[in-house]
């Protein structure tokens, strides 16, 4: 005899007792870059939510970016347009956006402006024929652009509904028909206190911009969202003719795991510098390398990341300052090939100098650099350059920014190399006046000193927090070799580091470069 | 654009007598094509834009002055009587007016959505472009 198939068997009803099964919220996706990491996940599906914010913030090109990556003919979006932007001017603007999709017009996305109704009628009125085109297509997104004019339009009669009641009966309508709501509306800072629309409401995505000098900073925070768990505090957004792009504060790195650090050594291509770091950089650390101008921190991280390349590790050059091609044909004079490994998708170098970028914008393409090449070295040159790169507004959170990228990066194993340029004063040996050595694991300071009529280079290993190191400060010159540290070591000087120091060994040493005929 | 607006006409033409509609074509036309921008654009984005081609083709059309758009967007003639004057004439300003209305759309949301729009309107129409032909 057959035994009976799952099918066959007569299904249990789920015993009364014990424990309830949670509901499960499904997550909408948004088809904005980088919002659905900030909202945990996506925005719950038939939630009621409000997207507020001044004019020219992006509110209704976000809300355009949602319902085009979400409706499809079975499940359209509705788009309400009320006493604001008329649809058909709202087409002639947003069809710039690459999202949008004409195909999707009219049976996927349907606008329908209530303008007329919303100046002439009352709120019942419009209550209805939000009803009406609800009831005939069964929408899986609706949007309310702007909803502020309708209920705050002083011609609108509140006739039978008054405006609370007019927002609990739409959530009601809207929740009771699976749809996913954005009522959209400029609304001030001062009027999240008392207003009853963001008290009903699940979510509450609020944008602002403002201007600080020659730039304009936009920023984004998830104010409220019922049921799941948000990223707090305010993100950067930007405006591209990709839409909206939001970049997390966390940078997308919540939850990335922790590499254990194994010991192992990278060389930076310069043995003699390896053996001052005590055998090379520990991997997942990072390195600040600081000193003047000219002094050869560039030619260092070229040395660094062609080693790397070398070991096949593959690598990311974050450049602020110089030109990729100047970048390339000084590796070519020092014999390192940098062209090839581009080619192979081995090595990406991003040349980043547009003056208004936000720090998060510019991490998150170095991350994304990092992930298409599935970088192990990154290489920021400099971090003044960085700096410079960014907006005014943006510069207060630079710190911030870089101490949670550079720790979610060495975290995951990647080994960085910074420079940051740092004046020679002659006197005392600076690390960085940017006070961001705590962010690193090990320094290394390059510094000019004057010797016997010349100026030479030296350098010096500061810290290295993952164990002992050569405590020589040594002298080095750029060859066409790259950064070269003089082997053996000649002379023995003391006050190297006020740059003017007095030899105490042989005082007839060679200069390690040719002097000028006397 | 005008040839487009013949074809439209005659297309309403020949639905009209499948369906043994009496609306002359030049108006059904008109009829169809107004609550899909009415949604789109309200009825007072409608009247607007409407009437925008009314005066626009004025010049080729003298006898167009006599016609006008009522709240609800229907074109009316202002003397009943002249309304039912010479069909052939009628026919041929109204193809004018269409035209306009048709370009000045696409002037708004550009070609790709106008055609989009009368697609939508006329899905049994097969179009691949607005522009057939001469004309503008």
């Known amino acids: 005899m057959k035994k009976p198939t799952d099918a066959a068997k007569p299904k249990l009803a789920r015993p009364l007792t014990g424990k309830p099964a949670k509901v499960t919220i499904r997550k909408m996706p948004t088809g904005v870059r980088g919002l659905d990491e900030i909202l945990g996940g996506g925005i719950p599906e038939f939630s009621f939510n409000v997207i507020a914010g001044m004019p020219g913030c992006g509110k209704t090109t976000l809300a355009h970016q949602i319902i085009f990556a979400n409706a499809t003919a079975k499940k359209p979006a509705l788009y309400f347009t009320a006493v604001g932007e008329p649809a058909v001017k709202m087409l002639r603007y947003q069809q710039q956006y690459s999202f949008f999709d004409e195909s999707k017009l009219g049976n996927a996305v349907r606008f329908i402006d209530l303008a007329e109704l919303a100046l002439e009628k009352d709120l019942s009125h419009v209550l209805d024929a939000i009803g009406k085109y609800v009831a005939e297509s069964n929408p899986s997104v609706v949007v309310v652009d702007s909803f502020h004019t309708i209920v705050r339009n002083p011609t609108t009669q509140v006739g039978e509904l008054d405006v609370p009641a007019f927002i609990l009966r739409l959530a009601q309508l809207l929740t009771s028909w699976e749809a996913t709501t954005f009522l959209i509306g400029s609304y001030l800072d001062d009027e999240i206190g008392d207003n009853s629309l963001f008290t009903l409401a699940d979510g509450l995505i609020w944008l602002w911009q403002k201007t600080e000098r020659n730039s304009v900073v936009r920023k984004m925070q998830i104010m409220k969202l019922r049921g799941q768990e948000s990223v707090p505090g305010l993100h950067t957004i930007r405006i591209s003719n990709q839409g909206v792009q939001t970049f997390s504060r966390t940078l997308g790195l919540i939850g990335n795991k922790t590499k254990p650090k194994l010991g192992r050594r990278l060389s930076t291509g310069i043995p003699e510098l390896d053996a001052m770091l005590g055998g090379g950089i520990p991997e997942g650390d990072s390195l600040l390398v600081a000193g003047p101008s000219g002094t050869g921190k560039s030619a260092l991280a070229t040395q660094f990341i062609a080693e790397g390349l070398r070991n096949g590790e593959p690598g990311i050059m974050a450049i602020f300052e110089e030109r990729p091609q100047a970048y390339t044909h000084r590796a070519g004079t020092f014999g390192l090939n940098l062209e090839a490994p581009q080619k192979k998708g081995q090595l990406e170098t991003l040349y980043l100098r547009p003056l208004d970028l936000s720090v998060d914008e510019t991490m998150q393409e170095i991350l994304d650099a990092i992930q298409r090449v599935g970088a192990k070295r990154l290489v920021i040159d400099s971090l003044v350059g960085f700096e410079m790169a960014l907006a005014p507004g943006f510069r207060a959170d630079f710190r911030e920014s870089l101490y949670r990228m550079i720790g979610a990066l060495t975290g995951a194993g990647i080994t960085i190399l910074s420079t940051v340029e740092v004046e020679d004063t002659f006197t005392a040996l600076p690390f960085s006046h940017y006070a961001i050595s705590f962010l690193t694991d090990d320094i290394l300071r390059m510094r000019y000193v004057e010797i016997d009529g010349q100026i030479r280079k030296v350098m010096v290993v500061i810290k290295m927090r993952g164990g002992n190191h050569s405590k020589d400060i040594r002298e080095y010159v750029i060859t066409d070799k790259g950064v070269t540290i003089i082997h053996p070591r000649q002379t023995d000087y003391a006050l190297l580091s006020t740059g003017l120091p007095e030899p105490i060994g042989q005082p007839t040493e060679a200069a390690p470069e040719a002097k000028a005929a006397k | ?136």
């Open chain 2, 1 to 136: 654009m005008r040839n487009l607006a013949e074809r439209l006409i005659a297309y309403e033409r020949t639905q009209n007598k499948i369906t043994k509609t009496k609306t002359p074509p030049e108006i059904s036309v008109f009829d169809r094509l107004r609550p899909q921008l009415a949604t789109l654009m309200g009825n007072a984005g409608f009247r607007a834009i409407l009437t925008r081609a009314l005066v626009l083709s004025h010049e080729e059309v003298p006898w167009l002055r006599a016609m006008h758009v009522i709240a609800d967007g229907t074109l009316v003639h202002v003397d009943e009587r002249q309304a039912h004057g010479n069909r052939r004439k009628i026919a041929a300003g109204n193809v004018v007016l269409l035209a306009q209305l048709l370009g000045l759309l696409a002037v708004f949301i550009g070609d790709d959505l106008t055609l989009h729009l009368v697609r939508e309107t006329w899905p049994k129409l097969p179009l691949n472009t607005l522009y057939h032909g001469k004309g503008y």
